[in-house]
């Protein structure tokens, strides 16, 4: 006969079941930290190692979410105390380090703006230099597909073109240009100039991305706050049923 009954029994089942939400969970936690890891490589040469940093730390903790949600299927259902108990423990750790990465996810979507201007305002110089290829594709890239030139206005680029001449990727080439086609800063008002700068844009696609990192962090974590109860109600049952002395 189970060491537990009624009630007892039906919530040992649930925590059960929680620890299969958990596996699902520690699985979404490493879809989204590398799916977010990987729209970051993309852009590497313009963002900060901490932007790395929070997708790699939610990879980890979702591997050792799968690692223990076994673990505490195996102790709920052997209805093991000292399993459970490390299990109990084990997922209050998981649960503060989840909630640190949340935060961090939406910390750092603040400070994104200011740590890209940075960014970008530096590598202007090395546009189009020798052994910039890199560099030079990433910006063409950028104001391409944001449709912006410069970092905050297309008149950045006069410490690269002091001559006033732009970035092919910062004008839209009208259909049907045959021969030459000029992009620059010559005239105040240019129909096929980009009119926003790279900064507002880009930022707000790579913050969007940190408080998704933030969101799956916070929320997962409360979500496993409810397991942590569940698994200390099910260590307290199987230890006052077993006659175990000691701790809790």
């Known amino acids: 006969m189970s060491l ?45 190692g901490k932007f790395f940093s929070i997708p790699t730390f939610l990879i980890v903790i979702g591997a050792f979410i799968i690692l223990i949600s076994f673990f505490g299927c195996w102790g709920a259902l052997k209805e093991n105390y000292c399993l459970v108990l490390s299990f109990s423990v084990m997922l209050a750790i998981i649960f503060i380090l989840e909630l640190a990465a949340g935060i961090s996810g939406y910390v750092l979507r603040n400070d994104a703006s200011d740590l890209i201007k940075t960014s970008l305002t530096s590598s202007l110089s090395e546009y189009n230099a020798d052994n910039h290829n890199a560099i030079t594709k990433l910006w063409d890239d950028i104001q391409g597909d944001f449709d912006c030139c410069g970092v905050t206005t297309y008149k950045d680029w006069v410490v690269t073109f002091p001559n006033e001449d ?38 707000a696609y790579i913050s969007a991305h940190a408080v998704s990192l933030g969101a799956a962090g916070v929320v997962i974590a409360v979500l496993q706050f409810f397991g942590v109860i569940f698994a200390c109600y099910i260590a307290r049952e199987i230890k006052i049923r077993n006659g175990i002395t000691g701790f809790m």
């Open 4 to 48: 537990l009954t009624g009630s007892a029994n039906a919530v040992k089942y649930t925590l059960f079941g929680f620890n299969l939400i958990f596996l699902i969970t520690g699985i979404i936690l490493i879809a989204v930290g590398a799916g977010v890891g990987a729209v970051y490589t993309g852009y590497k040469l313009f963002l900060a």
């Open 166 to 203: 732009l970035p092919m990727s910062c004008c839209t080439i009208p259909v049907g240009t045959v021969g030459t086609f000029t992009c620059n800063a010559t005239e105040e008002v240019d129909p096929n100039r980009h009119k926003d700068g790279c900064l507002d844009g880009f930022s």
